[in-house]
């Protein structure tokens, strides 16, 4: 019963390819997350969802777009990927601004 | 600028010897303080929240306290497996109601037995 899953655990893929990694929460939540992390561990946010309607998009390129099918999902697609977009993303939920639950992460690597 | 600064960026305990990680925020209006535990190839999982200035917190072997600049989370006798990263995060300030987190950069804790 994962809270907030993704997929996939990990991404190998070559420069200039088009990705995708999907997020699904069920515990309720009407907001939802993707935060990237970096190397040296910084966790910072990338975009939001609330009820399916994007409410923070931070300076992101804009070969990163995410899309909400619905509450529980949230999908990020990334497309001419670089070397620089190897990371671990993180999906999160929350209800509101309350608590944020993290999933398991998708660590890309970009070769 | 609103920031976050954990210190130290990494610590090193004998199970059993006690000690505590400092998380200081300069966002005016704070309107929660949050502290995370993350493995090794995980992804971040609550500990607590924290609201007012004088607050407590506890779980086990873990308290987080909070002033008016800083929060502290204290170790009492830890053991091995509290060994992990120990995220803070606030958030931003005029963020409204988007729930924008500002993490700082983590303290990694290792207990060796």
């Known amino acids: 019963d994962t809270a907030v899953s993704q997929t996939p655990k990990y991404l190998v893929t070559q420069m200039g390819n088009d990705k995708s990694i999907k997020c699904e929460q069920n515990?309720?939540?009407?907001?939802m997350y993707w935060y990237k992390q970096d190397s040296k561990k910084f966790l910072k946010i990338m975009f939001s969802?609330?009820?399916?309607?994007?409410?923070i998009n931070e300076t992101v390129p804009n070969r990163f777009s995410p899309k909400s099918p619905d509450k529980a999902h949230l999908n990020l697609h990334i497309n001419s990927l670089e070397l620089g977009d190897s990371a671990v993303y993180f999906c999160?939920?929350?209800?509101?601004?309350?608590?944020?639950?993290f999933g398991p992460g998708t660590r890309l690597t970009v070769l | 600028e609103d920031q976050v600064t954990q210190s130290p960026e990494a610590l090193r305990l004998q199970e059993g010897e006690s000690s505590s990680l400092n998380c200081s925020y300069t966002?005016?209006?704070?309107?929660?303080l949050f502290w995370y535990r993350q493995d090794p190839g995980k992804g971040p999982e609550f500990l607590f929240t924290?609201?007012?200035a004088g607050e407590e917190k506890e779980k086990e072997r873990l308290k987080a306290t909070l002033t008016k600049k800083e929060s502290f989370l204290h170790i009492t006798a830890p053991k091995p497996e509290d060994s992990a990263t120990y995220l803070c995060?606030?958030?931003?300030?005029?963020?409204?109601?988007?729930?924008?987190?500002?993490f700082g950069q983590g303290t990694t804790l290792q207990v060796k037995p």
């Open positions: 924290l609201y007012s």
């Open positions: 966002v005016s209006g704070l309107r929660g």
């Open positions: 969802y609330n009820n399916k309607e994007l409410i």
């Open positions: 995060a606030v958030p931003r300030r005029g963020s409204g109601n988007t729930g924008k987190l500002i």
């Open positions: 999160a939920s929350s209800q509101g601004v309350d608590t944020q639950y």
């Open positions: 515990l309720g939540h009407d907001t």
